[in-house]
């Protein structure tokens, strides 16, 4: 069985900054793409980063860009996201997602999906 268990998550002060981490169990992902995903209250999820296997392609949100930084390990068959300066409107349950091989930023495109993790940023 497929697993994927986000951690990290938590509240934290604008400015401040948080590391998701997401480990999966049950297969190997070194050969497709991983991402997180985020969804806010009212809001549809919404694409934040995606890193290849190899992590020599990495894709960003434009708003996250420069704060943002996505990165994996394949021996330890986990992917981190490294969130700095963090804003209100970063406020979000952030998902891991595995298996994409194409079209990295859709949800669509993504076989297996972690529980989620929940980040809050206060003003």
């Known amino acids: 069985q497929v697993q994927l268990e986000e951690t990290g998550g938590g509240l934290v002060q604008a400015g401040g900054s948080l590391r998701l981490s997401c480990v999966a169990s049950?297969?190997?992902?070194?050969?497709?793409?991983m991402a997180w995903f985020r969804q806010a209250p009212g809001k549809e999820r919404e694409f934040v980063a995606a890193?290849?296997?190899?992590?020599?392609?990495?894709y960003y949100l434009d708003s996250v860009k420069g704060r943002f930084t996505i990165s994996r390990d394949n021996a330890k068959n986990t992917v981190y996201l490294q969130m700095n300066s963090l804003k209100p409107e970063d406020t979000a349950v952030y998902s891991c997602?595995?298996?994409?091989?194409?079209?990295?930023?859709?949800?669509?495109?993504?076989?297996?999906w972690g529980q989620g993790t929940q980040v809050a940023v206060s003003s």
């Open positions: 997602a595995a298996g994409a091989q194409y079209s990295v930023r859709s949800v669509v495109s993504y076989g297996f």
């Open positions: 049950g297969r190997t992902f070194s050969g497709a793409f």
């Open positions: 890193i290849s296997g190899t992590g020599t392609l990495i």
